[in-house]
C-alpha cells in the first residue's frame, strides 16, 4: 500500500494494524502532536466523505492499494468548525420551536459537531446541552463562540488582553478565605467560578502557543519544567473545585491564598512576556 500525506509519501510502517480504522488512529495520533489533523482521505483515488468515513473503517488494509490524506493545521479547523457553528445557533435564535429542533439536531450529526466533540468538548457539551433546552440560553452561546474564534485567531492580543482580569483574579483569590469566613458565599462562588474559568482560558491559549511554536517545553516557571508546572496548577485547580464542593472552607482558603493565586500570576507573566518582547 502506497500511503501520501499533503501529497508526499509518507514512510510508515504497518505493525499491528488490521483495518483502516485503526491505521488511520495511529496516524491520527502522529499529527495531533504536530498540530495538524486529517481533512481529507481517498482509497485507491477515490474521495471519502465524512458520511461514508464510519463504514470504511472496517475495510482490510489488503484492499488498499493507495490512502492519499490531506491535513490542515488544528486552529484552523477548529475556526471552521466553529463559524459553522455560529452560523448555525444564528439561525437557531430566530427559528420556530419545530425549526429549532430540526437545526439542533442536524447540528449535532454535522463534522462540526463530531470535531468539536473531539477537540473542544467543552463547547461541544454547553452547545449540544442549549440546544437541548438546558444549560445556557441560545442567545448567551454566540459570545462564547466568539470568544474562542479570537483566540484561534490571534491569540496574543487575547492574551494581552487579560492582565487586569488575571491580576484582579488573583486578588480575590488572595481575599476568598475572608470571604468564606465572612458568610460572603456569593462573592466566593464567583471567584471559584471565574479562576476557574480564567484558568481554562490560560491553558488554551497556552495550547495554541505551543502549536505555533510560541513556547517551547525549555520554557520553565518557578523552577520547574513548563509541563511539571502545569500539571501541579492543574492538580491544585481541581483540588480547589473539590474542596468547595464539599465545603471544605479551610481547603479552600488555603488553596486559593497559597498556592492557586501565585501560581496564576507566575503562569500569566511566562506565557506572556517573552511573546511581548519577541
Known sequence: MKITIDGKPADIILEKEKNLGELLGGIGDWLAGAGYSQSGLWINGESLGASSLNDAFSLGLDTIETLDIETSSLPLLMMEALVDTRQRVT????????????????????????????????MFDCIARSFRGEGLAAQSLVPLVEERLRELQDPLPELGGMESLVEGTAKRLEDLPLDIQTGKDGRAAETVQLFSNIAEKLFRIFSLLKLEGLITDTLSIDTLSCGAFIDDFSAALKELLAAYEVKDTVLVGDLAEYELAPRLRAFYSAIRIPRAAA
Open 91 to 122: 439561525a437557531y435564535c430566530s427559528a420556530s420551536f419545530e425549526e429549532q429542533r430540526r437545526i439542533g439536531q442536524a447540528w449535532e450529526e454535522s463534522p462540526s459537531a463530531s470535531f468539536l466533540a473531539e477537540r473542544m468538548p467543552d
